[in-house]
């Protein structure tokens, strides 16, 4: 009778052993495909930022351009440029050509 229970005492630990071993291989590659998931996902958040900040400058600037086309300076040269208009006591010389 001693045979038969230390045989099953090898066989449990050997199982147990195999599912420990196991366990142990699937936690690391589900480490190593969250680690490749995480380096995605950092380079994403950082194009992400890249893409803020572009639109947070473009958001400035028309801005700025918002202000400048409500001044009288740009007013003026619209008035020039397009509409051909001048003071009244402006000389405007042509060519001839």
Not at 19 to 45: M, Q
Request: glycine fraction near 4%; charged fraction near 40%.
């Amino acid at each position: 009778m001693r045979k038969g229970k230390h045989k099953k005492r090898r066989t449990g630990i050997g199982l147990i052993v195999i599912v420990v071993l196991l366990i142990c291989s699937i936690v690391s590659f589900k480490r190593f495909s969250l680690d490749s998931e995480r380096k995605e996902s950092n380079k994403r958040l950082s194009e992400v930022k890249a893409a803020i900040k572009e639109e947070q400058e473009r958001t400035k600037e028309i801005e700025d351009y918002k202000a400048y086309v409500q001044t009288k300076k740009y007013i003026e040269e619209v008035a020039r440029e397009k509409l051909g208009l001048v003071y009244e006591d402006e000389i405007i010389f042509k060519s001839e050509d």
